[in-house]
């Protein structure tokens, strides 16, 4: 089957510990996205791809570092920077299209809850 | 700035009624939006999906309305069932001529809480 792959589900972090998420997609999408929601918030993006060994900040990447050496692959690190990284993070995916008419849905895995003891 | 946010954060239905949800969007650039279900403790999963050069589209027992003019969207579920309880998230991609990398970027609003009573 195709799809996006997440893990762990759970994962538990001491703090001053860095720890990387894994994000495998076998949908030979180009464009990869790394979210994370807060209870009762909406979606906040925290790095993307659209190419292989390129990669760009989203709204909230302090305390967070990507690599993208893959086109199936996409691990995320959150780092002992980040203030406050409990949280649910979903990794997604996308086609990349023409610019001006790309109608790209975002496949989403299942997520790793991520929290810091 | 720019943003896409929810009328309501929570609605509750009978089973077998009629659900609306409704998003409000701000970005008038925005030129796709996309429905998503998410289950608790699970990913987002794609519901439906609207161009801006549609005001409506029909999928199995959902529907999306765009209304550019208020900027508003809606998603009807009908019949609906103990299934569909779940958040569900409007997002939209603004249109972007100028910046490769905005165009594969979708700003996703705060989520509405549907609950279907038995």
């Known amino acids: 089957d195709g799809g996006i792959t997440q893990s762990p589900k759970y994962l538990f972090r001491k703090e001053g510990q860095n720890v990387t998420l894994s994000c495998e997609q076998n949908l030979n999408h180009d464009a990869m996205y790394w979210y994370r929601q807060d209870p009762g918030q909406g979606l906040r993006l925290i790095y993307y791809?659209?190419?292989?060994?390129?990669?760009q900040k989203g709204d909230i990447a302090e305390g967070y570092s990507v690599s993208r050496e893959k086109k199936e692959s996409f691990p995320l690190t959150v780092t002992s920077a980040q203030k406050n990284p409990t949280a649910f993070y979903l990794c997604?995916?996308?086609?990349?299209?023409?610019?001006?008419?790309?109608?790209?849905?975002?496949?989403f895995g299942p997520g790793t809850r991520l929290t810091v003891l | 700035g720019e943003s896409v946010g929810l009328h309501l954060p929570t609605l509750s239905v009978q089973e077998g009624d009629n659900s609306i949800i409704n998003c409000a969007y701000s970005n008038s650039a925005s030129d796709y939006f996309i429905w998503y279900k998410q289950e608790s403790g699970k990913g987002p999963q794609f519901i439906i999906d609207i161009r801006s050069n549609m005001d409506k589209r029909q999928g199995q027992r959902v529907t999306v309305l765009l209304n550019k003019t208020v900027k508003h969207l809606s998603l009807q579920i009908a019949a609906t069932q103990p299934g569909d309880s779940a958040v569900y998230f409007c997002?939209?991609?603004?249109?972007?001529?100028?910046?490769?990398?905005?165009?594969?970027?979708?700003?996703f609003g705060k989520g509405t809480l549907l609950t279907v009573n038995p």
């Open positions: 997604a995916s996308s086609m990349v299209g023409r610019k001006d008419r790309s109608y790209n849905e975002q496949f």
């Open positions: 791809s659209q190419i292989v060994n390129d990669f």
């Open positions: 997002a939209e991609k603004p249109l972007d001529l100028w910046s490769e990398g905005s165009n594969y970027k979708l700003t």
